[in-house]
Every structure is written in C-alpha cells, then in structure tokens.
C-alpha cells in the first residue's frame, strides 16, 4: 500500500502546508496526493477550520510552535488514517 504510506509521509507535513510553511515543492506534492486522497482532505479541513478558530479566538496572526504541536497531538491525525 503505496498510497497510505504516502499519507503518513505527509500526513507531518500537513500542519505546514494548512500554515502556509511548506516549501512550494511540497506544496505541490501534498495538493497532488489530496487530489486523490479522502483521508488527506478531511485532516487538511480539520485543521484550516481548528485553525481558524485559533486565529479567531486569540486574535493572533501566528501560532506558537508549541501550540500547534498541541493542537496536532489533541486532533490525533494519525486516527484519520485507520480504517
Ligand atoms: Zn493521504
């Protein structure tokens, strides 16, 4: 199973991407494979919408490293990709 060792791979990824940090070469491997990849989708929503909220509520423009660490763990990105 090529395709959920791929979402693994990106799946760390993903956080960056949603913030804007990701390099454009990832940028482009991560929005090809969420062409065909449902998982990947629902966990990128999740987290625009998680962070949205977050931008929100503290009014902030940046999220501290350790709150997005947080929030990541809290969300448990890996269940997304279990069966
Ligand atoms: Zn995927």
């Known amino acids: 199973m ?6 693994e791979r990106l799946l760390h990824s993903l956080g ?13 491997e991560i929005e090809r494979h969420l062409l065909e990849c449902h998982n990947c989708q629902v966990v990128v929503n999740t987290l625009r919408k998680t ?3 977050y931008h929100e509520e503290k009014e902030q423009d940046v999220m501290p490293p350790e709150v997005s660490r947080r929030l990541y ?3 448990n990105l890996e ?4 069966p």
Request: aromatic letters at 6%; a negative charge; one cysteine or more.
């Open 73 to 75: 763990m809290r969300l």
């Open 2 to 7: 090529t395709e959920s060792k791929d979402c």
């Open 51 to 53: 962070i949205e909220l």
């Open 16 to 28: 960056e991407y949603v913030e804007g940090e990701l390099s454009e070469d990832l940028c482009a």
């Open 79 to 82: 269940d997304y990709l279990r």
